[in-house]
């Protein structure tokens, strides 16, 4: 008993140094009055849109309020409910945690960016199929939600905004397996083999985000992406406890991320008219750098690259109100100070809920066990990693195959199947992965890339895993990520 309590102390503590750290960074033509046209005119077909949160939990509370800023900036725009599709598992507005019931903010000044955002696909009906099929206009492939979808014709044009935790390889969804880069591709060369749009833009917010495209988004397509990382590093949440500016005292959470607010905070002051794809991807890769710090990452940019000369307004619609303000670099936001590492924010959270609850408290117990939790989670799967390619590769050459980085250009894995097949092996002996445990991928993608099996992945996890720990990060009650 007297070892357990202290294993668990240790992991407390550990975390605790990590949060100290982290607190310590203080330091020219006019839409028409119905607001419905230019959705419609000649030269852009329809405007359609999804948006995707991939996350729950209220630690994730910046995902969500990302989805539903972007909702507001393209109503304001002129797109119609009806051609705006939004996924989000919704259990943010009420959550018992938020302070302000049925409001979500984007910024620590912003206004309640939730109302309004139609409920099409939430809870249970957050799926990579249901989203695949929303893209494709396949009613028929859709299980639950508001049965809303991309019904578009070849004139039309889409945006894609995605926010969430990611992986080489791999975007979180909340309530089943991942969205694999290699499935999400395929679905975008089956809409264009369609004839189904006319030009596609996709905005991803995830760590790792330029692995779902580096090697696997071919040209030609009519279509444009961008990322808030490279294929190699995290992306940033924003506006969070002790960052500047904060988030009002009485969150304990961070309210965006780094890459979502730019694109999203520069569009709110602009005539998106007069404003190009390339102009914004410039100034978002600048604020989302901050000041190439350790505390930023490199936006990039994939696909048909010269759509980018494009207006916004031909994806976005542009609010009225701004018809006057005309984009230059001197008239956007500043960036934020320290952003936070988009795989440390749950345990940020965590700590402020813990400083912050009277002493002796249940809330006070509860965070300090939320918190433990999480790091035992975090060190049991970074271990049995470590020690499944010690295993399959020997002691000295285990850490360089799982660390392998191949070269710009080329996709994750070979075979996306073999690396499915050997992450529902390692859940079954060593548990979920979860949202920090999707950092790992890169290191399975080379076990796959290695000519290992999934016999020999099974007998390596079986003798690195003897047992996980018994709490909801690696539980898995939501089922395989694969």
Known sequence: MMMIRYVAGALFLTALSILTVAEGRHDFIKLPSDGTAGADDDSVGTRWAVLLAGS???????HQADICHAYQILRKGGLKDENIIVFMYDDIAYNVENPRPGVLINSPHGEDVYKGVPKDYVGNDVTPNNFYAVLLGNKTALTGGSGKVVDSGPNDHIFVFYSDHGGPGVLGMPTSHYIYANDLIEVLIKKHASGTYKKLVFYLEACEAGSIFEGLLPKGLNIYATTASNAEESSWGTYCPGDYPSPPPEYETCLGDLYSIAWME??????????TLSQQYELVKKRTANENSYYGSHVMQYGDVKLN????????GTDPANDNLTF???NSPLPSSKPVNQ???DLLHFWHKFRKAP????????AQKQLSEAMAHRTHVDSSIKLIGKLLFGIDKGPQMLKAMRPSGQPLVDDWDCLKSLVRTFETHCGSLSQYGMKHMRSIANICNAGVQREQMAEASGQACTSFPS???SSLHRGFSA
């Open 309 to 316: 000369a494009e207006s916004l307004f031909t994806y976005l």
């Open 56 to 62: 729950s939990g209220y630690w994730n509370y910046r």
């Open 359 to 366: 002493e002796g408290s249940d809330r006070k117990f509860a």
């Open 328 to 330: 230059v670099d001197e």
């Open 471 to 473: 709490n909801s990060w």
């Open 266 to 275: 520069d569009s709110d002051i602009h005539n998106l008219r007069t404003e």
């Open 343 to 345: 795989r440390d924010a």
